[in-house]
């Protein structure tokens, strides 16, 4: 079955820079698009950006250019988000998923990781 | 950007039908896809492509998409569908668009 691993949960201080993994596996990696979504506490979903199968494109919410960079992996399997400048509005659970279209976007979401915390405070 | 609005909250009994509405404009020219998230959850697919169920959703839940308005119906609405619900858009600016999400309440 379709498995999205995160990494665990990180602590940054404000101005610094995280990056999460989402490994995943039970699927041909290289068929779907993949996605960052993130969530403040008591809020709602934020998507952040998509990268394409075989990492070579990708598209970012605006307010998050210039701080996001999505890559992915293809020998094992995995894809990254890292966040620069963190401040403590970032402090979010961050989800990657996957696209159900194979080798679209746009068909929804129908695979999530565990999620990842990042808290940055001082 | 595109802008999606949905009402903070519904309230339904169990048994009865409850309407979750997605508001944008000309929303019904695009793919709408709608999500539950329970408390401490990753969010999970329950509509994609405004009526398709993945599988294992039941079939009490249905979508619908016409001008301004996309709505989800979950019919026979059961304590367990007790959540957050929101709607996304693809745009054609190649970015998905998330609405501000609806909690579900069963009385």
């Known amino acids: 079955q379709v498995q999205l691993v995160q990494s665990g949960a990180e602590v940054r201080k404000p101005g610094a820079s995280v990056k999460v993994s989402c490994k995943a596996s039970?699927?041909?990696?290289?068929?779907?698009?993949m996605q960052w979504v993130r969530q403040a506490p008591g809020q709602g979903l934020e998507w952040m950006g998509i990268?394409?199968?075989?990492?070579?494109?990708?598209n970012y919410a605006q307010k998050l250019q210039g701080r996001v960079t999505m890559t992915r992996d293809t020998s094992t399997s995995t894809v990254y988000m890292e966040l620069t400048s963190l401040t403590s509005g970032d402090t979010a659970v961050y989800y990657c998923?996957?696209?159900?279209?194979?080798?679209?976007?746009?068909?929804?979401?129908?695979?999530w990781g565990q999620g990842t915390l990042v808290t940055v405070s001082s | 950007s595109y802008v999606l609005a949905q009402p903070p909250s519904v309230s339904v009994a169990p048994g009865k039908t409850a309407r979750i509405t997605c508001g944008g404009n000309?929303?019904?020219?695009?793919?709408v896809h709608w999500y539950q998230q329970k408390p401490g959850q990753a969010p999970v697919l329950v509509i994609y492509?405004?009526?398709d169920r993945p599988s294992g959703i039941p079939e009490r839940f249905s979508g619908s998409n016409s001008g301004n308005t996309a709505t989800l119906t979950i019919s026979r609405v059961e304590a367990g569908d007790e959540a957050d619900y929101y709607c996304?858009?693809?745009?054609?600016?190649?970015?998905?668009?998330f609405g501000p999400g609806t909690k579900v309440t069963v009385l």
């Open positions: 039970g699927y041909t990696f290289t068929n779907h698009y």
């Open positions: 996304q858009v693809w745009d054609t600016s190649g970015h998905y668009v």
């Open positions: 998923a996957r696209d159900l279209g194979i080798a679209v976007a746009g068909w929804g979401l129908d695979s």
């Open positions: 990268i394409n199968p075989s990492g070579d494109r990708t």
């Open positions: 000309n929303i019904g020219s695009k793919t």
């Open positions: 492509y405004v009526t």
